[in-house]
């Protein structure tokens, strides 16, 4: 990641979880503009959406909006970037929090899950990746920290091979694609108005990536985290 493009994504983005709860999250703070454009993004996608109908949206001119954004595609860049600067923030607070490879894969994907359930349209936005040009720098920061993202539970997960604590055949970089896959796909079922609560889901998922690697005494583990669960609201 350049240092033109790490300064460019924190100028736009920062997500504060000193003193904060990462289960405890609220949808990632956007201007109205950006809001818009998620909600349309979120609806119609990305080539249903004119920039007419995020400006209107949002309540705003089309010379004020540009004058924001470059274009639609500029505000689809910094759709992914919000959303990944909350993923990269939390995913660390929520791995730094444990103390085992078992509490920290599991607080991990809680908190990407979390993520998807927590702000669903802002998630939504990452399968709007494929309209980026492969040749667009502006690619780099998103790609930049989601390689960061997937680097800490490449580390979490190879700390409990070497532990013992995990037990799988398979390669590390195909069990991250297999987690990664699971919690990106919350986003084409989950609906805010079903049954079920983002928490729910969240440490379900959580329960699930344990027995995916093979963490030993995972009873144990599913028991202990459950019961440290107990009270939380959504």
């Known amino acids: 990641m350049s240092e033109a ?3 460019a994504a ?7 979880t000193e003193g904060h709860d990462w289960r405890r999250r609220e949808p990632v703070p956007l201007p109205s503009t950006l809001v818009a454009a998620k909600h349309a993004f979120y609806e119609r996608g990305f080539h249903g959406t004119s920039i007419r109908d995020i400006a209107s949206r949002a309540g705003v001119s089309l010379p004020t909006l540009y004058y924001h954004h470059d274009n639609k595609l500029g505000i689809l860049v910094e759709l992914l970037e919000a959303a990944m600067t909350s993923v990269l923030a939390w995913v660390g607070a929520a791995i730094e929090e444990g103390r085992t490879p078992s509490e920290k894969l599991s607080n991990a994907i809680e908190s990407i899950v979390l993520h998807m359930t927590s702000d669903l349209e802002l998630a939504s936005v990452a399968s709007e990746f494929r309209h980026l040009d492969p040749e667009d720098p502006r690619r780099e920061p998103y790609i ?8 800490m539970l490449a580390d979490v997960i190879q700390a409990g091979l070497e532990s013992g604590e995990f037990r799988f055949d398979q390669d590390v970089k195909d069990v991250l694609r ?8 919350v986003t084409t079922w989950y609906r805010p108005s079903g ?4 928490a729910e889901v969240a440490a379900s998922y959580a329960l699930i990536a344990l027995r995916v690697v093979g963490a030993q005494g995972t009873t144990t583990t599913d028991t202990s985290i459950a019961d440290s669960r107990k009270g939380e609201k959504p």
């Open 178 to 185: 297999y987690l990664f896959g699971a919690c990106q796909a």
């Open 195 to 198: 049954a079920r609560t983002p």
């Open 144 to 151: 930049a920290m989601r390689t960061e993202t997937e680097t």
């Open 10 to 16: 924190a100028k736009r983005f920062t997500i504060d």
């Open 5 to 7: 493009a790490k300064t």
